[in-house]
């Protein structure tokens, strides 16, 4: 006659089958990703090692190209190239 109470209103205090729990597994696309963060770095940590006595080279020797200050008369004569133009 009565209905029959539902699991959650159950109040016996029986524990022994509780809700299912899910294990703290990584996701099967976490793997690749943190593979392919781990190679990436190695790989780059290699390449900056290889080119940076290259990079510092082109560096150094860009920098007085950049840095370098114009006489008074190269700034007249710039000036004259632009009012023919």
């Known amino acids: 006659m009565g209905r029959q109470p539902s699991r959650s209103e159950k109040t016996t205090g029986d524990l022994s089958n509780p809700l299912p729990v899910r294990a703290a597994t990584p996701s099967p696309a976490l793997v690749p990703f943190l593979l392919g963060t781990a190679v990436g770095g190695i790989a780059g940590a290699v390449a900056g090692t290889l080119l940076s ?17 114009l006489t008074e008369a190269e700034r007249e004569e710039l000036r004259f190239e632009l009012l023919l133009q």
């Open 53 to 69: 006595n290259a990079t510092r080279s082109l560096v150094l020797g860009l920098l007085p190209v950049f840095g370098r200050r």
